[in-house]
DNA sequence: CAGTATCCAGTTGGATACTG
DNA sequence: CAGTATCCAACTGGATACTG
């Protein structure tokens, strides 16, 4: 139930839905494929599972969401409705990169950058066969390690050690990580500064940028003047 | 002070200032021409006059609001930041007119219908001199009569009889006249349903829906399947 | 004209624990 | 797995009045 405008303004009416805290990024969860509720909970790990049930909720009395119920198994997928937000995100996320880009401390989450970056792995460029990529934080107090197993049937996430042959090992600070994965600093010039390294077989290291490929959003130009002052 | 999500995607960035309520409709009054906290104020009168010094005061902290000052008249106006935030409120106000089309009796108003309206008259269509349109909307309680008044000057809407002839005259009930202006349902269209009338000059009915130009977001086409049922 | 000040009722959502 | 239930502290914003 968002709360209401009282103006006949199509503006006013969409963002009367969409204004609501974290549902616009919900309807991102759902646009990068996730499909069930715990799977959405990854992509939106500080919201209560109270609160995700809401949104959900309240997206799907709007007919932007599908709920779906097979046997015991929920899935949500968004509506035609749904699926036109797409240029809203799209120019969420452009303005974004542009305007907001300092980040807090508390912006930044080695998992929820892992898990981003898989979504993303292009799988055709990486080599047949399995690949894993190390990912190392040293200045993290815990949790310094995780993985990105690449093989013919999917991507995964992993933060225990998989055991497999490592190709290539990055190791850097996360908030330059962060960066590079946004687009806000290149990977040759966050190597060059020193706050990134890539280990391993040669080859591999200078294939990594193409195998985690940019999201459009990350490749979005940025402003040639100084950026505006954080929110 | 916007709430923070604790995410380094750019859609949460952005979406921490932009999801705070009634902000991105302030930004609409700004994209609109209004420059003036009163004139602001014309176009989100539900709003207290404390939020909306709050909300400027967060876009212009936020870089997206410049607030100026000449003598003792303030201004506010779009950096080239908050200029950019036209493609999302165009890409809001598209999706809104096609998937939020049910409007509440809530969201009628005939004052910001004429205030709206008055902002978008097609000058070059007008004939020269002076022309006066009139409306009336016969349920309405009280305040039934409205004017908009075109000179060589602008534009200007009254409430009080401006005591200069009338060369057309529109009739209807309030929500069918949002609804035409919306783009829900066309002037030929109200007019055939009989909830709509002109009176005047017939040539100047003719002429009056190349007046009041709809807006582009008003053109968007419709989903051709029944819409989405009300938030 | 361009706001500020104050107050308070209502809502929101975080934390935590629990269930079929 | 897919949520509910409960509690409560904090915040939000509406109303109203006032100011330089």
Redesign the pocket.
């Known amino acids: 139930?968002p709360?209401e405008y009282g103006q006949f303004c199509p503006v006013a009416k969409a963002m009367e839905l969409l204004d609501?805290?974290w549902t616009l990024l919900v309807v991102r969860e759902l646009m990068l494929g996730s499909r069930?509720?715990?799977a959405l909970r990854r992509g939106v790990p500080?919201?209560?599972?109270?609160?995700l049930?809401k949104r959900l909720q309240t997206l799907a009395r709007a007919g932007v969401v599908e709920r779906w119920q097979e046997g015991?198994?929920?899935s949500y997928r968004l509506t035609d409705a749904g699926l036109e937000l797409a240029p809203i995100v799209e120019a969420v996320g452009r303005w974004g990169v542009r305007w907001v880009p300092e980040l807090g401390d508390r912006d930044l989450d080695p998992h929820l950058l892992l898990w981003d970056m898989h979504r993303n792995v292009d799988a055709e460029a990486v080599p047949d066969g399995r690949t894993a990529i190390g990912f190392e934080f040293p200045e993290l107090p815990a949790q310094r390690c995780w993985w990105i197993v690449i093989t013919g049937d999917g991507v995964d996430v992993c933060d225990v050690d998989p055991g497999f042959p490592v190709r290539v090992t990055v190791r850097s600070d996360l908030r330059t990580l962060t960066r590079v994965w946004r687009g806000d600093v290149d990977w040759a010039t966050a190597l060059r500064s020193g706050s990134l390294e890539l280990l391993g077989e040669p080859q591999a290291c200078r294939a990594l940028p193409r195998w985690l490929a940019l999201t459009d959003v990350a490749r979005t130009p940025r402003p040639s003047r100084r950026p505006v002052v954080a929110v």
């Open positions: 139930m709360s609501e805290r069930h509720f715990n500080r919201m209560s599972p109270a609160l049930s015991n198994r929920v």
